[in-house]
């Protein structure tokens, strides 16, 4: 590369972010980076509390900060309003959630391990509901540094990847499809849509954000309602018709109370192909394969083998009237035959 110095584009959705949205913003400020090579796009989603005030405060004694003020439309709307404006205007894009942080390191890391990737991903500290830390590694394990995506390979990234920790080129922003207003959990979309454009990805182990999961007040909070898990099912549909079938197991296996609510709606998720689990490492294959047959399947249609299985039976049933119609042929041959020598 014959610039040294990558720039970047931080997005962050706000929406009544008073209490934290500060943090996020001293994480921004306080990146071991020029501050020149960064800008920080603000979108207020029509906040009543004072995230207004401290972000204008903030624009004071930051020139790299922006601010953009719109009506509620939810997350979605958020990316829309960025996008179809062209607010991103340098080589990466990251979508900062405002109640979440970067490490100081963080821009440093890309600029010296991304090499021109289209999606850069690293590791984070993720913050529970008791405030909790652990750290989280959801890639370098599977592919290690670097992979090239192909049609194999880009099943992984959506479901696993959040905003926080995931860096992409503007140019793939802005090719990325629109997503749905005011309706929740439509990042796992976004990053599916990413994935699928994306030819080239890197990984690195080390820590690059801080993700605060289960916040008070965030739809993350009230994930195990059934409300939630109504409005998460046009991302699986989304994810299963787009190729991303093993991601979506793996998340349906680790929600008990998701499994619950598809039985109890009695909702079944079509798909084209069964699962293969190529993208982990094979010791691993085994057991998911028996998650999935004991527990999983049955929340599945395959409609390959439904088409099949249809096809099979109409194939019977025309062979079953051919010869029905053989036989009434025969019968009438020897009526028309005894008629006719007057043996009637």
Known sequence: MKNRY??????????????????????????????????HIIID????DNTQAIVKRNMRKFPHIKYYYKKNGNWGSVIN?????KLAKNKYVLILDSDDRITPQAFKLVNKKSKNCDIFYGSFIMTDFKKK?????????????????????????????IPCNTYFKTNLFYKCEDLKEKVSYQDGIFYANLSHLAKT???????????????PDNTMSQFKQDS????????????????????????????????????????????????????????TRPFLWMLYGFYINKYFINDKKVLKKYSKIANTKRKQIERRNKKNNSKKTKTIKKIKYGRV
């Open 201 to 215: 990805a890197r990984y690195t182990s080390q820590c690059v954000a801080q993700y605060w999961k289960y916040r």
């Open 133 to 161: 830390n652990f750290p989280v590694q959801p890639y370098y394990y599977v592919f290690r540094r670097s992979v090239n995506l192909t049609k194999k390979t880009k099943i992984i990234h959506s479901p696993l990847s």
């Open 228 to 283: 939630t898990f109504k409005s998460l099912l046009p991302k699986f549909e989304y994810l299963l018709e787009n190729g991303n079938f093993e991601p979506a197991v793996l998340q349906i296996i680790g929600c008990r109370e998701f499994q619950t609510f598809l039985k109890k709606s009695d909702y079944k998720f079509h798909i084209k192909d069964k699962a293969k689990f190529e993208w982990l490492p094979f010791y």
């Open 6 to 39: 990558i720039t970047f584009s931080i997005i962050t959705p706000a929406y009544n972010s008073a209490k934290y949205i500060q943090k996020c913003i001293d994480s921004v400020c306080n990146v071991d980076y020029s501050l020149s090579r960064v800008e």
């Open 45 to 48: 989603d029509g906040s009543t």
């Open 81 to 85: 309003y960025a996008k179809h404006n």
